[in-house]
């Protein structure tokens, strides 16, 4: 709907020129009614004297004039009321404009597109919201910060949630949980930034690794725990320990040489591990049965004893660390597989 409006701002200003100014503007005294003089055109060429620019990507102030079924009427000073329309006026759905607009209110508005034939200006506060909600979620990736959400869809590729009002999606392999991906609608995850990416639209959570940091805060490097086995790759097995999995590469399930973790390991192997290595902001945790070993060989050739001596090792193990702390260079580390790698071979 399209509604003009006398620009109340100007028109004080307007009427004083046209008393002090052009001659040919002329006000009897008598009457106090303007001379013909004084066209529609000079009328129209002062309004545009006294107009504002505005341009599509501006903030302005605007005032609400009239809420409409569908949109609101905006007085911004420009020479006709803008228009937003409903689905311009929040990052959520809105079923009434007011809703979100009450009449006489004042607030801040986007120019969302040039004006029209009708010189009309069409204006979005979701826009607003949008940027403003892209900003808060680089600071929450920045700061590394788990926040919640409900699950409100899911598809083929994973869940859909809102962060901030902005639609994210979380990939399968990224929801840790054994119920079919259907009934998460309508649950609350914890959730960490995979991917904010505001020039491709691209939002993307991560359930997994919210629950593995969550537990890895409770698990100490040195700390000797029971896990099993739940996937074997050539490069080491993966460990399910208390619902997080961690990585027992090769290189430290022995001290005697290993071609290949199927040769010791198979799948739901129940098994003793010590953590040496816990990686918070990656989600990794890094295993050794080497450390250990009373004897080199031992996971190969006696892993009973292995088991009964492994928390005696692992003090062993701690205490060698603690008088290593200071000045002691650090020891490479094993060649460690990508976080989606380790995803994938755990549900492999």
Do not use: C
């Not at 969302?112 to 009309?120: A, I, M, R, V």
């Amino acid at each position: 709907m399209t509604m003009k409006i006398s620009r109340l701002k100007v028109s004080g200003i307007l009427i004083k020129e046209i008393k002090q100014g052009n001659p040919t503007h002329m006000v009897s005294q008598k009457t106090s009614t303007i001379d013909i003089g004084f066209t529609h055109d000079d009328f129209a060429a002062l309004l545009d004297k006294y107009d504002y620019h505005f341009s599509p990507g501006d903030i302005v102030a605007g005032t609400v004039f009239s809420l409409e079924p569908r949109g609101a009427l905006i007085d911004i000073g420009a020479k006709t009321a803008a228009y937003i329309p409903i689905q311009e006026m929040s990052i959520n759905r809105v079923d009434s404009p007011d809703e979100v607009l009450q009449s006489n209110e004042t607030r801040e508005f986007f120019i969302l597109t040039d004006e029209n034939e009708d010189g009309q200006l069409t204006l979005s506060i979701r826009r607003i919201e949008y940027m403003r909600a892209w900003e808060r979620v680089r600071q929450l990736q920045t700061e590394d910060a788990t926040v919640r959400s409900l699950v409100f869809a899911t598809n083929r590729g994973g869940a859909l949630v809102r962060i901030e009002g902005l639609r994210g999606f979380i990939p399968g392999s990224h929801i840790s949980t054994r119920k079919p991906k259907e009934d998460l609608v309508g649950e609350e995850l914890p959730l960490k930034f995979l991917e904010v990416d505001e020039d491709r639209n691209r939002l993307v959570l991560s359930h997994r690794r919210a629950l593995v940091e969550r537990k890895m805060n409770r698990l100490e490097v040195g700390e000797v725990v029971i896990g099993s086995v739940r996937g074997i790759k050539p490069y080491g097995a993966f460990i399910d320990i208390g619902g997080v999995s961690g990585l027992l590469h090769i290189s430290e399930i022995s001290h005697d040489h290993i071609d290949t973790p199927h040769s010791v390991f198979n799948v739901n192997d129940e098994v003793k591990v010590m953590i040496i290595d816990l990686d918070a902001e990656r989600g990794r945790i890094s295993l050794s049965t080497k450390q250990l070993e009373p004897e080199p060989g031992d996971m190969i050739n006696n892993r009973d004893r292995v088991y009964d001596k492994a928390e005696e090792m692992a003090a062993k193990y701690r205490e060698k660390m603690r008088a290593q702390q200071e000045g002691a260079s650090p020891q490479p580390e094993a060649e460690f597989p990508e976080q989606e790698d380790i995803v994938s071979a755990v549900e492999d």
